[in-house]
């Protein structure tokens, strides 16, 4: 059983979220609400909560202001948000679970069967540092490994390498992290921070790029001397990406 509370500005959305755990999720049992930080941080001092639903936007602040007001995060937390670009991208690179408003009961299901095998207190506390410290300028990224999460700065990732469900972190120190995601998710998360996927199976740094040798489609060169073919098909792009620096 789950001790959870719900903080969210709006009573309509509690009410729903209330009315979908009574149905669906047996195993929490809400013991208060709030509508704002002020009253969420309180309720959590009250109640000592196993489980936060917790809104992004509030009147008086946001779901990360509340939680960076707290000494200590010892409950687990599920973010609610309607649809906010930075907000769902701050998610997805620190591997946090979030549900989009309006809540749908199959992605409330998946959530709260997750709570029964999901990561010790630490690693969520892990989690939720990289989320607030991307809050203002993305800086690290969550990669989840079979042995468990790993943090790197998106600064170190030299080139990512498709390896069928899997992908393959190259780091500027050497180091290969094995991730438990396909590429085309990383493609997506990385491109904004000057990464180009020049081949279906390849995805690169700008920062980390030698040289280009020409060819039908061509090659680069990354700085620690590995070879990467570029795509015939995308090589009209990179070159564009080559010139807008």
């Not at 009315?19 to 208060?32: K, R, T």
């Not at 917790?54 to 939680?67: E, R």
């Not at 069967?113 to 809050?135: C, F, G, H, M, W």
Request: with cysteine; aromatic share 10%.
């Amino acid at each position: 059983m789950f001790n959870a509370i719900i903080i969210d500005d709006e009573s309509s959305a509690r009410n729903a979220l209330k009315n979908l755990l009574f149905a669906h999720c047996s195993a929490i049992q809400v013991l208060g609400e709030a509508s704002n930080v002020r009253e969420g941080i309180a309720a959590i001092k009250e109640h000592n909560p196993d489980l936060v639903f917790l809104d992004v936007q509030m009147p008086d602040g946001t779901g990360f202001d509340l939680l960076k007001q707290l000494p200590k995060v010892t409950f687990k937390v599920i973010f609610a948000s309607a649809y906010d670009k930075f907000a769902i991208q701050a998610f997805r690179f620190s591997a946090l679970d979030y549900l989009q408003k309006p809540i749908e009961a199959e992605s409330l299901i998946e959530a709260c069967a997750k709570l029964q095998s999901e990561d010790p207190i630490s690693e969520l506390r892990q989690k939720l540092d990289v989320l607030l410290t991307n809050q203002n300028n993305f800086e690290k990224i969550a990669l989840p490994t079979l042995d468990g999460i790993i943090f790197v700065k998106i600064k170190q990732i030299c080139w990512c390498e498709s390896d069928n469900n899997y992908t393959n972190f190259y780091l500027n120190d050497g180091k290969k992290i094995v991730v438990s995601k396909t590429l085309k998710e990383y493609d997506e998360m990385l491109t904004p921070f000057r990464f180009f996927r020049i081949h279906k199976s390849h995805l690169i740094n700008l920062a980390y790029l030698a040289r280009y040798r020409k060819g039908e489609g061509g090659s680069v060169v990354m700085e620690d001397g590995t070879e990467l073919e570029v795509s015939r098909r995308r090589k009209e792009d990179f070159m564009q990406a080559l010139q807008r620096g």
